[in-house]
């Protein structure tokens, strides 16, 4: 764990809001906003609590996790009845990628893996003698496990169910543990609604209103499992093995076996993850606890060690092989990442800069706003407070996770990319709401009152009521999911003779080219009619060109990032002529808020 010792960018988010929080400023991610920017409550107040004890937040993250993490695997293992069970377990959780590779990260999952394995042991113990603390311990920690990552009941709910029912003997006792062991539940949830008007995190509001159909969500989830096997075909392979032999073994574990599937079906369900492994790792470690526990014969051992030598040792070099050149930068066309491989050469415990992990200094400073959506953890650790970040992606931001995501044949899970209403970012600029959009602009003057408003002023709390109720003013969004809405109301205008600089490769705001903050019109010369375009742009961003005829705006072609460093060059082909016309407009449809244009030709 020492050497493969990382932290995630999306870990990067919370301990922003863990800085904010120890400083004063709440536990939110943007200073002038209360948007609840992480799933797992129980997770950022042990981060925040180790915060203050070590003074350093990046100590406190890599201690918190190798500490849990250490302690769920000596949970499993303490159980083996085997020398068998302890070489194939020990070897499962050293050979893992998945496992290896969030047993850090600065994410939930080793909180996650201890709490479960807690739950299964005070499972058994309400199995062999129903018990009043045992089964006011299960539901404490299911409470302790939602606060962790919610998703995880889908795991535990067979298991919660055959708890209830050998409690069910005495029905008031049931109704009592019960309503105690919600109790932290009810509490947090009671809070969530006070502070930040709702009781889920926005990033279940991002990620859950995408607004991609389902049947998509399947056929990328499938792809996530299929892309898991292909990386890391031992943890799919024993969860898959540790099942069928588990299944006969006793009522408890084939509870735990259909928690399992039921969580791999949601995890199809919503599309996967960018990060590969990552939920997986879950669904491992219940299949462990199983496992370990069992009498096995030695031919059933025989098949578990051959599983870890055939799959498990020839993925060594990214486990226990692995060392500080461990990289990989490649993102596939299905969008799923090696997480580890991608951050681990600037974030590593053993190879980043010596500077990197120090406190940082958290003085508000300049007050600005920046859009961005990758690198929004880090970035908004490095930038400081003072920085208001417009994360597109709609994970930090209560009005861009409630609009659907833009339409991407090509969506990546995690990123569902939102087009900004119109003068969004003027607005919080200025601190003013100067949307164009009328629906848009009424919905977000709710929501201002419920993030920005006094915490104790009743119209908020009229606001948090019709909000959480679907009682707000209904809005037409197709808008923002298949149309092409500009950034800001002013455009920029700029001469087809102005547009030679043909260089590769130069930064976006060099010398010739055009920069833009929403979008630019370009005027030719007369009116033109054309079906080639090269064109030079910042590879950042994704654009969308329209050309004016007979006053409507007709869309031609929408533009997507290309590899390259600075401007890169687009030679485009389209479909059929453009109608005629003089005015070409060039706008930004998702990016970083830095646009430029260097050349544009028509043929």
């Not at 739950?119 to 962790?148: G, Q, T």
């Not at 900004?420 to 009152?449: G, H």
């Not at 090269?534 to 590879?539: G, V």
Request: charge should be neutral.
């Amino acid at each position: 764990m020492l050497r493969t010792a990382w932290i995630s960018d999306d870990a990067a988010i919370t301990l922003r809001t863990v800085m904010n929080f120890l400083h004063g400023y709440g536990p939110t991610f943007n200073l002038d906003e209360r948007v609840q920017a992480y799933t797992h409550p129980l997770w950022f107040l042990l981060l925040s609590a180790t915060s203050v004890v070590t003074g350093n937040i990046f100590l406190a993250t890599f201690l918190l996790s190798i500490a849990c993490s250490l302690a769920a695997v000596w949970l499993v293992l303490s159980r083996a009845r085997s020398i068998w069970a302890v070489m194939i377990v020990g070897g499962l959780f050293i050979l893992s990628k998945a496992f290896v590779d969030f047993s850090t990260s600065g994410l939930e999952n080793p909180l996650s893996h201890l709490l479960l394995g807690l739950m299964i042991m005070a499972a058994a113990h309400v199995s062999s003698r129903p018990a009043d603390k045992y089964s006011l311990l299960f539901w404490l920690l299911c409470s302790a496990l939602y606060l962790s990552r919610p998703d995880l009941l889908v795991i535990v709910a067979p298991l919660a169910l055959w708890v209830a029912i050998r409690s069910s003997f005495d029905k008031k006792q049931l109704l009592g543990a019960l309503l105690l062991g919600g109790l932290p539940v009810l509490l947090w949830t009671a809070f969530s609604l006070y502070y930040y008007g709702f009781p889920f995190p926005n990033t279940a509001y991002a990620k859950l209103g995408s607004g991609i159909p389902l049947d998509s969500r399947i056929t990328q989830g499938v792809r996530y499992l299929l892309h898991c096997l292909d990386r890391d075909p031992l943890t799919l392979a024993f969860i898959v093995l540790g099942c069928l032999f588990a299944f006969r073994s006793s009522s408890l574990n084939r509870c735990l076996i259909a928690g399992v599937v039921s969580y791999l079906a949601y995890v199809i369900s919503i599309g996967g993850d960018f990060m590969e492994g990552r939920f997986l790792t879950a669904p491992l470690y219940v299949t462990a606890f199983m496992v370990v526990g069992e009498a096995f014969q030695r031919i059933q051992w025989l098949g578990f060690g051959s599983i870890l030598c055939v799959f498990g040792l020839p993925g060594a070099g990214n486990t226990l092989l692995s060392n500080a050149s461990y990289s990989n930068r490649e993102i596939p066309h299905n969008g799923i990442a090696d997480e580890r491989g991608f951050y681990y050469p600037s974030f590593g415990l053993l190879t980043s800069q010596r500077t990197l992990f120090s406190q940082p200094d958290w003085e508000i400073g300049e007050r600005r706003t920046t859009i961005v959506c990758g690198g929004l953890g880090f970035d908004g650790i490095f930038k400081g407070p003072g920085v208001h970040f417009i994360d597109y992606c709609g994970l930090a931001d209560p009005l861009l996770a409630r609009l659907p995501a833009r339409y991407d044949a090509n969506w990546r899970p995690g990123h569902f990319y939102r087009q900004l209403p119109t003068d969004y970012q003027i607005s919080l600029d200025t601190n003013q709401n100067l949307l164009k959009d009328p629906a848009t602009k009424s919905y977000w003057d709710s929501l201002r009152l419920v993030t920005r408003g006094p915490l104790n002023d009743w119209d908020r709390w009229g606001e948090i009521f019709r909000l959480n109720l679907g009682l707000d003013q209904p809005r037409d969004l197709s808008i923002y999911r298949n149309g092409l809405v500009p950034r800001g109301s002013e455009h920029k205008i700029g001469r087809i003779g102005d547009l030679r600089n043909v260089v590769e490769g130069v930064e976006w705001d060099a010398p010739g080219n055009l920069v833009f903050s929403s979008s630019i019109d370009i005027q030719l010369d007369r009116d033109s009619s054309f079906d080639q375009i090269d064109i030079s742009l910042d590879n950042n961003d994704t654009y969308a060109l329209q050309v004016l005829s007979a006053g409507v705006w007709v869309p031609i072609i929408q533009i997507p990032p290309k590899r390259g460093v600075g401007m890169v060059r687009h030679q485009l082909v389209l479909p059929e002529k453009t109608p005629p016309s003089r005015t070409i407009r060039l706008t930004a449809v998702s990016g970083d808020g830095m646009y430029s244009i260097g050349h544009l030709i028509v043929r």
